[in-house]
């Protein structure tokens, strides 16, 4: 997110029906009674939390949901909640397990929407390649602090400003800061003894400054060039208004003083109407770039939706 955007609206109309298909789902260790009461409670608190839009919120009824009985279609659930704070590692943890838990209690139809969640959960996570990293034996690789997911050789996070640490011996440590943005890869040249700062993959992760710079800057440029045409504009048009007042309201037999100040009047406006129109164009880009900037941390958006086999995210 979002990114980052972070905080985007979940479908009430589909999360509903999910968690209350969770009272029915099949228990890998049962509870009491008492206890399968205020579970079934819980999912109703979650529910209503989650028709809310109050996610976080959600988070610890679902937890104390496992807590009772852990199920496949529960794991599921928080992890989709967990995805969509933008906590993708630990929606990732939460799908593998439903997975294994589903697989141990012979349920194939979770499995499959777990399967499934995963398999759209997995490119929307940022990552990182680590650029010549072979060269350096025993490269340890943390961010912020904590070891790092790897999956595939690429380094896996949430979004946000990370600091990437890499550790080899012998060497003093790199340490880079990253932006990490939903679905978007950055590049790490593995250089401890010369530092040289992340890169971007051209899809726009990894970096340094914040997303809405750029079209900021081109945004406040094409706002002064709209006050230049403005102001050529208004001078022209005060020559032309001089020009009138020397021809005295007359259209014909002018004296010459009046020509060179329509003239310029009217060359005025004209470069006034081409700054502007440029100006104008500026703020539409800039407009354009920052809406650009802004949904490309969900390119597609999110969502909830069923498949055949349970509740996937669409992104």
């Known amino acids: 997110m979002s990114t980052q955007p972070i905080g985007r609206t979940l479908r009430a109309l589909v999360v509903a029906p999910l968690l209350l298909a969770l009272a029915g789902g099949t228990a890998l260790a049962q509870p009491s009674e008492a206890d399968e009461k205020r579970r079934t409670q819980l999912f109703l608190e979650a529910r209503k939390l989650a028709d809310e839009g109050r996610f976080a919120e959600a988070v610890a009824p679902l937890r104390e949901v496992l807590r009772i009985r852990t199920a496949p279609k529960a794991l599921i659930a928080l992890a989709l909640v967990e995805r969509e704070l933008t906590h993708m590692l630990e929606a990732r943890r939460l799908l593998e397990e439903a997975i294994a838990a589903a697989q141990k209690a012979q349920l194939p139809d979770d499995e499959a929407a777990a399967k499934s969640a995963l398999s759209e959960l997995l490119p929307a996570i940022p990552r990182i390649d680590l650029e010549e990293a072979e ?56 250089a401890p003894d010369k530092q040289k700062p992340a890169e971007d993959d051209g899809a726009g992760g990894g970096r340094l400054l914040p997303p809405f710079v750029g079209p900021a800057i081109l945004g406040g440029t094409g706002v002064i060039a709209m006050g230049v045409g403005f102001t050529f504009m208004g001078l022209g048009s005060g020559d032309q208004s001089d020009a009138r007042a020397l021809c005295d309201g007359r259209t014909i037999n002018c ?38 900037e802004l949904t490309g941390n969900d390119p597609q ?13 669409r992104f």
């Open 135 to 190: 060269r350096f034996e025993g490269l340890r690789v943390f961010v912020d602090d904590q070891p790092a997911v790897r999956l595939d050789g690429r380094i896996l996070l949430d979004p946000g400003t990370r600091v990437v640490r890499l550790e080899a011996p012998g060497h003093p440590p790199q340490r880079e800061t990253v932006l990490a943005l939903v679905g978007r890869a950055s590049t790490i040249y593995v």
């Open 255 to 292: 004296p010459a003083a009046s020509r060179p100040l329509a003239e310029s009047g009217a060359d005025k406006i004209i470069a006034g109407d081409v700054v502007f129109a440029v100006g104008g164009a500026f703020v539409v880009g800039g407009a354009v770039w920052l809406a650009l």
């Open 301 to 313: 958006g999110s969502a909830f939706a069923p498949t055949p086999n349970g509740f996937a995210l």
